[in-house]
């Protein structure tokens, strides 16, 4: 009997007081789920609790930074004391800089790399020798359409989730043995306030340029809303996917699938 359920499981999103981390944690604990969460700040983590216990959902707030090593080992051991072990990790806190490359400064470049790839590094080392004691774990590293495409503007996000792809697949090789399952989510265009300046109008009240373009890029004609991403994470959170490591499943509306409307 396939089984999508989560009881009995804790969860741990990482930058989950809104966007998708929020909408994700949410959705793992409808399916069962006891979630924890973190964000940089008191208020950031007060409003994702408010937010959660307006959803219906009892959820544990913490506030860490993951780049920074001492704050989430401290963090996961606090987690470990207060609620249990961690038993899926969802690596989903990220930034982005939106400026050509040339523009950028080293510390930039540093920062994303920092939040996106080193980030869930960090995170994940944290969790693993819970997970390799329970001979048992799933980490979903959140990924992007940058994890296979570049465009302008955005050479450090595009190298930090390039980065984080082959991250899973490392963590998928190297932790496999202990059933541990490391997947990515790929999401498309999504509509949340990282990407809230993209869809922007315009002073004359029409599209802005990049919506428009988006639209037209994706077969499914629209943007991605952070709950297109539940099934897929509920998918790759249970023992549905055990025999599932190391892919990227992207969530994309068929972006990666499509070559381009034809000129008219
Ligand atoms: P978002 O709305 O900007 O949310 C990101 C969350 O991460 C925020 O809660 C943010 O907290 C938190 N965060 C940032 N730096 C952190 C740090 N150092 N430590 C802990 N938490 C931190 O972004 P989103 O659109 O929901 O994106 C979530 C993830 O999906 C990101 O990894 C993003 O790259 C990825 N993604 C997004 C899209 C999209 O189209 N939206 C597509 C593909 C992938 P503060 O608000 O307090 O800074
Ligand atoms: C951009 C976007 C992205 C998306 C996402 C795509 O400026 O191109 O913000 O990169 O947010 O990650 O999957």
């Not at 959660?52 to 470990?80: F, H, P, R, S």
């Not at 989903?92 to 523009?103: L, Q, S, T, Y």
Request: proline share 4%; glycine share 10%; hydrophobic share 45%.
């Amino acid at each position: 009997m396939v089984n999508f359920s989560l009881d009995g499981k804790i969860a741990l999103v990482t930058g989950a007081s809104y966007g998708i981390g929020f909408a994700i944690a949410s959705g793992l604990a409808k399916a069962g789920a006891t979630i924890v969460f973190n964000d940089i700040n008191q208020d950031a983590v007060n409003k994702g609790l408010a937010a959660y216990e307006a959803d219906g959902i009892k959820a544990k707030g913490y506030v860490a930074d993951v780049t920074n090593e001492e704050q989430i080992q401290a963090m996961v051991a606090q987690i470990e004391k207060e609620v249990g072990t961690i038993d899926i990790l969802v690596n989903n806190a990220g930034i982005i800089k939106r400026m050509p490359m040339h523009e950028m400064s080293a510390a930039e470049f540093r920062q994303v790399i920092d939040i996106d790839l080193n980030g869930p590094f960090i995170c994940s080392k944290a969790v693993l020798p819970s997970m390799m004691k329970k001979n048992s774990g799933k980490i979903i590293n959140i990924c992007s359409m940058m994890s296979e495409l570049g465009r302008e503007t955005v050479s450090a996000y595009a190298a930090a989730k390039g980065g984080l792809k082959m991250l899973t697949k490392n963590i998928a090789s190297e932790y496999g043995e202990y059933n541990i399952q490391c997947n990515g989510i790929g999401p498309g265009y999504i509509a949340t306030p990282q990407t809230a300046p993209l869809r922007e109008l315009q002073a004359d009240g029409s599209r802005h340029p990049f919506d428009q373009f988006i639209i037209a890029k994706t077969p499914a004609a629209r943007w991605g809303n952070p709950a297109d991403l539940v099934g897929p994470a509920v998918f790759l959170a249970s023992s549905a996917s055990d025999f599932v490591n190391g892919h990227v499943l992207y969530v994309d509306g068929g972006i990666l699938a499509y070559i381009g409307k034809q000129p008219k």
